[in-house]
């Protein structure tokens, strides 16, 4: 055997692997074969002549035109319901005569049987015929001959007669013949089949092994195994995770520059499959029309659920509503709630008085790592307090008088309430009144009152109450108890608006100037001392006596007649020295008064009015 020369080889092995390498005895391609010289071809034999057309043969004469249908001047429209071509055929028999356009049909017929000759069928019907006569044909019958004839004068284009036959085709020419085709030229000398040389077929893979065939000289081949070069293709798989670093801005299907890609134990199908198959967040929502009221312990919140999965390909694969109430910090599973929506209702015995709310948590996942989550909030109805109003009346009021602005000594009070539960699970369980003088401390104006059973509101009644003659203010206030306040250790104060007892100023004419505090009391007219000021006194034209009484911490220091032209009549109010001690409201404390009279001889003959100024 001739030694073997060192060969480069490049072949591909897979569709992403080269090899190109130098092999001593071993190369991946065929050896080159040894020269071949092929013979010349022999020269082409010639082509013969081509054989001349033989002469068309001459055409046939034409033949001859039928001659026209004749024109009758009557024709027949139907025979027995048949129109268009009809043909009378005679039966057994039957013979039918013709005469112009008239047709005799007749019986042949004799002997046994039916006596007379008789018609058997006409024009192929047999049995019982009816003749009917169409326009302008008339049947005559004797002696068992029926006659049809023509009538009326219509003329009537006859047909057409028939087209004569055509005329036999002219000989056809005789074809020249065919030349004869040339001679072949001799083949040409067949080369010498080169030497076979020695080499190697291309690669091929089996079980992730690569094969070679080794040709040898003589022809002979034989498999060589140059090992295990793993798995290729669709078989591939990635031995780790990669990361992606393509650089900013670019990217692979979902993942960016720098991600972490999963890719360890996946083919590269299944790694480009899930770069292109986002992992979409869940839809989840809750609602729920359910409220809970201030102390309501028996709940039963209804919870509306519903999920949606949003990426390709993914089912559900878990959904959980958990609860929890605020200020704490995990969850507890209610239910595992894995349908596309329904309705969950939580149950429970609640703790009195429990303003946290109910906290939900829908949390749900599907099978390709999707999760989705919805949280919900029901929070109790915050407490309300009763609605409390206060009505205090001086039941001894006259003008000017109000029930809040009195004077000294009228402290008798009427004083109720009434209060609206605005909590319904918050029973109301009692009242009591207090009452304060001069800004000092409440003391109890009644004992407590216990309201039995649950009503939404209540009314305390009337409290008739007196505080002392000699306060200058006073105030009620209402003490109410409900379940949440005895739970909280507290109560609920409702003030009533403060009463303010002050003096008062006496005026206006009089049947004699007073000596006593009674006749001071008994004038028409009084204000507060902080009424109005200056005053006006009507001195009316009955009295001649006109009084101003206010207490002694004021004096006069005007006194204007508007009616004659505001005359200064100050000096004609004189202090009654001997009168200053004036009752208060009660008759039991008296205060010191400045009492001032003008004293005309004779009562005014018009109503004068008198402005009076005081300090």
């Known amino acids: 055997m001739a030694e073997e020369k060192p060969i480069v080889v490049v072949t591909q092995i897979s569709s992403n692997v080269v090899v190109n390498e130098q092999l001593p005895t071993t190369v991946l391609v065929a050896a080159p074969l040894g020269p071949s010289i092929a013979g010349a071809a022999g020269p082409q034999g010639q082509r013969g002549n081509t054989g001349n057309t033989g002469n068309t043969g001459e055409r046939g004469p034409t033949g001859n035109t039928g001659a026209d249908g004749v024109t009758p001047t009557n024709y027949v429209i139907s025979i027995n319901g048949i129109t268009g071509i009809v043909g009378l055929s005679a039966g057994s028999n039957i013979e039918i005569t013709q005469t112009g356009i008239t047709f005799v049909i007749s019986s042949t017929a004799s002997g046994g049987g039916i006596s007379g000759p008789y018609v058997v069928s006409v024009n192929g019907f047999t049995g019982g015929i009816t003749f009917s006569a169409g326009s302008g044909i008339t049947f005559t019958q004797s002696n068992g001959v029926i006659t049809l004839a023509a009538t009326g004068t219509t003329t009537v284009t006859g047909a057409t007669g028939a087209t004569g036959a055509t005329g036999d085709p002219g000989i056809q020419g005789v074809t020249g013949a065919t030349g004869a085709t040339g001679a072949t030229g001799d083949p040409g000398i067949q080369g010498v089949t080169g030497a076979t040389g020695s080499g190697y077929t291309g690669a091929e893979i089996r079980s992730n092994n690569l094969y070679i065939t080794k040709i040898f000289s003589d022809g002979t081949t034989m498999e060589i195994n140059l090992g295990y070069i793993g798995p290729t293709g669709s078989e591939f798989v990635f031995e780790t995770d990669l990361i992606a670093a393509f650089g900013t801005g670019k990217f692979f299907g979902k993942y960016v520059n720098g991600d972490t890609i999963p890719a360890q134990n996946k083919t590269a199908a299944q790694v480009i499959r899930e770069a292109l198959v986002a992992i979409l967040r869940l839809g989840a929502t809750l609602t729920s029309s359910s409220t809970v009221a201030f102390n309501q312990t028996a709940i039963s919140n209804s919870i509306n659920f519903s999920h949606s999965v949003n990426t390709l390909n993914a089912v559900i694969a878990g959904a959980t509503l958990e609860w929890n109430r605020s200020g704490s910090a995990s969850y507890t599973a209610l239910s595992e709630l894995t349908s596309s929506s329904g309705t969950f209702v939580h149950s429970m015995t609640d703790s009195n008085f429990n303003t946290n709310a109910f906290n939900y948590r829908y949390r749900v996942t599907d099978s390709l790592g999707g999760t989705g989550q919805a949280t919900l909030s029901i929070t109790p109805s915050a407490y309300v307090a009763p609605t409390r109003t206060i009505t205090a009346t001086g039941p001894n009021t006259s003008s000017p008088e109000t029930s809040t602005k009195r004077e000294k000594g009228n402290v008798a009070t009427n ?105 001071v009391r008994s004038l028409t007219n009084r204000i507060f001392t902080d009424g109005s000021n200056p005053f006006i006194l009507d001195t009316g034209i009955v009295y001649k006596d006109f009084v101003v009484a206010m207490p002694a911490t004021s004096t006069i220091t005007q006194v204007l007649d508007l009616t004659v032209s505001s005359a200064n009549i100050t000096s004609s109010y004189v202090i009654n020295t001997g009168l200053t001690a004036i009752g208060d409201y009660a008759g039991i404390t008296s205060t010191s008064y400045n009492v001032y009279t003008m004293t005309n001889s004779i009562p005014y003959t018009v109503n004068h009015e008198h402005q009076v100024t005081r300090s």
């Open 415 to 519: 004083i109720s309430a009434s209060i609206q539960r605005n909590s319904v699970n918050v029973p109301l369980t009692g009242f009591q009144w207090q009452y304060q003088e001069n800004g000092g401390a409440f003391q109890n104006a009644s004992s407590f009152t216990t309201i039995a059973g649950n009503p939404g509101s209540t009314a305390t009644g009337t409290l008739s109450h007196s505080t002392a003659n000699t306060v200058t203010s006073s105030r009620y206030k209402l003490l109410v108890r409900d379940a949440y306040q005895d739970f909280l250790g507290t109560t609920l104060e409702t003030l009533a608006t403060q009463i303010n007892y002050l003096n008062m100023i006496f005026y206006g004419p009089t049947a004699a100037a007073p000596t006593t505090s009674a006749n």
